[in-house]
């Protein structure tokens, strides 16, 4: 905290990272006390006005007596969400370049529960993913009414879009977040602009969804796009990842391990049924300082 006349300004120092293209603003909060608002969190990830970037990752101290920290992540929307896989490796790369802690692995409470993350000697960031759902609950989708076919051990669900002649099959999985996952032909030309924020918002998911859009390019390779929720679109979803993944092993469309390629890099994705494994890199790329309450002034409100 530092002062200005009789004002107090509230200054934040964050770092700037990214995970295959997926851009974050990380605070620690166990060093300076961080107040995160809808309002402040909107502000920050402003590309124009703010820092930029798709989500803020929050380090805080443990609620639960056998996690290391406390994770916490907000979209540049203000919504705060359950997980976020290439944060989640952002995360440690975080905590022991800032040196609040030399453990490897460590253990991280998110909102649903504990993940596992490692640094691998090559450089790469590994994370233990926690449980993988598939039911439609699990993604607070109301099925009432849809066709549903079964591929392999996979249940799809044909969504209705107003402007489309057929429905989207999607397939439903839950990784701490919500997912429904669509098999493409080119992700190049599949329409994740306007069919990513009809499924995102798409009231029959009573918590939103984030929308995948997976191309098959071998058992072992795919490439993909997602429309996240409370983001858009954003250069590489690792959750998202991990869902394709998993519906592509599930159809029979897929073996472990799978290359994922996004727009922003490629990320490595391993599961055997049960343990769910994310590779990929975890950069930093600047540091700073905002004075938050400042910036908040700042950002346009129409």
């Known amino acids: 905290m530092t002062k200005h006349g009789n004002n107090q300004a509230m200054q934040w120092t964050f770092s700037k990272m990214h995970g295959a293209g997926n851009d974050f603003v990380v605070l620690d909060g166990l060093s300076q006390t961080i107040e995160m608002t809808a309002q402040r969190a909107r502000a920050i990830a402003h590309r124009q006005f703010g820092i930029g970037c798709d ?146 918002s798409h009231p029959r998911f009573a918590k939103r969804v984030n929308a995948g859009f997976m191309q098959i390019i071998d058992e072992h390779h795919i490439r993909l796009r997602v429309y996240e929720r409370g983001a858009g679109e954003t250069l590489a979803c690792g959750t998202g990842a991990c869902a394709a993944v998993a519906s592509g092993i599930r159809q029979g469309l897929l073996q472990s391990p799978v290359r994922v390629q996004t727009r922003g890099g490629e990320l490595t994705i391993e599961w055997d049924g049960l343990t769910l494994q994310m590779s990929g890199p975890a950069t930093t790329v600047f540091e700073g300082q905002i004075d938050i309450d400042a910036l908040v002034k700042t950002i346009p409100t129409f």
């Open 55 to 200: 989500q803020i990752l929050l380090v805080d101290a443990p609620t639960d007596p056998n996690a290391d920290f406390r994770y916490r992540i907000f979209n540049s929307d203000g919504s705060e969400v359950e997980h976020c896989g290439n944060g989640a490796r952002c995360f440690v790369r975080f905590v022991h370049e800032r040196k609040l802690s030399s453990r490897n692995p460590i253990r991280a409470e998110i909102a649903t529960g504990l993940i596992t993350l490692t640094e691998l000697e090559d450089g790469q960031v590994r994370v233990e993913m926690g449980q993988t759902k598939f039911e439609p609950a699990d993604v607070s989708f109301d099925i009432n009414g849809l066709e549903t076919r079964v591929i392999g051990r996979d249940t799809q669900y044909a969504l209705p879009l107003d402007g489309l002649e057929a429905p989207i099959w999607l397939s439903l999985v839950a990784i701490s977040n919500p997912h429904a996952v669509q098999v493409v032909e080119d992700v190049n030309v599949a329409p994740v602009s306007t069919v990513g924020p009809a499924i995102e």
